[in-house]
Antibody, heavy 120, light 107 residues
Framework: EVQLVQSGAEVKKPGESLKISCKGS????????IGWVRQMPGKGLEWMGI????????RYSPSFQGHVTISADKSITTAYLQWNSLKASDTAMYFC?????????????WGQGTLVTVSS | DIQMTQSPSSLSASVGDRVTITCRAS??????LNWYQQKPGKAPNLLIF???SLESGVPSRFSGSGSGTDFTLTISSLQPEDFATYYC?????????FGQGTRLEIK
């Protein structure tokens, strides 16, 4: 069974750093792009970027480039989303999903989401 | 960036109704169009990929059509579990973009 399991909810202060994770299982992790999506409270879905774990090829949305870092460790089948300096506006639910790249497939498996709250 | 515009933004309907949601792309995306359903507090769920292909396990009352810039998602006979928010998403070019969502509510 394909699963993406994300790390738990986080509460941080502005300026702090954070790294959240997404662990894949039940499929060949290296062979599928993993994407990250932001959903701010009461709002829609925003694509942040993707990574191909086999090569660590990464593509970012211009809206998020420079503010987040996407990475992966294929040896432990885990992808990451990282901030060096959080802002209150980073408060959101973050989802990882398999796919979400330029193919006909779509995001066919999703993590359960990680809620990030940034507040002083 | 390719802009995706859904209509309507919200919709009230009854169990058993036939419902259609539309999605328009700002340029041609051929059939690189996917539809998702999202319920409160849950991750999105892929319903339709490549504009008209039904994802495995999705009920056949869901269908998609269109190509180029104009697409539709149709639910042939609404069931209670279908009340949710629906998003279209283009996978033609990076950055991947989503429509703003259509909230389907019980009348």
């Amino acid at each position: 069974e394909v699963q993406l399991v994300q790390s738990g909810a986080e509460v941080k202060k502005p300026g702090e750093s954070l790294k959240i994770s997404c662990k894949g299982s039940g499929y060949s992790f290296s062979d599928y792009w993993i994407g990250w999506v932001r959903q701010m409270p009461g709002k829609g879905l925003e694509w942040m970027g993707i990574i191909y774990p086999a090569t660590s090829d990464i593509r970012y949305s211009p809206s998020f480039q420079g503010h987040v870092t996407i990475s992966a460790d294929k040896s432990i089948t885990t992808a990451y989303l990282q901030w060096n300096s959080l802002k209150a506006s980073d408060t959101a639910m973050y989802f990882c999903a398999r796919g979400l790249t330029t193919t006909i497939m779509g995001g066919d498996y999703w993590g359960q989401g990680t809620l990030v709250t940034v507040s002083s | 960036d390719i802009q995706m515009t859904q209509s309507p933004s919200s919709l009230s309907a009854s169990v058993g109704d036939r419902v259609t949601i539309t999605c328009r792309a700002s340029q041609s995306i051929t059939t690189y169009l996917n539809w998702y359903q999202q319920k409160p507090g849950k991750a999105p769920n892929l319903l339709i990929f490549a504009a008209s292909s039904l994802e495995s396990g999705v009920p056949s009352r869901f269908s998609g059509s269109g190509s180029g810039t104009d697409f539709t998602l149709t639910i042939s006979s609404l069931q209670p579990e279908d009340f949710a928010t629906y998003y279209c998403q283009q996978s033609y070019s990076i950055p991947i973009t989503f429509g703003q969502g259509t909230r389907l509510e019980i009348k």
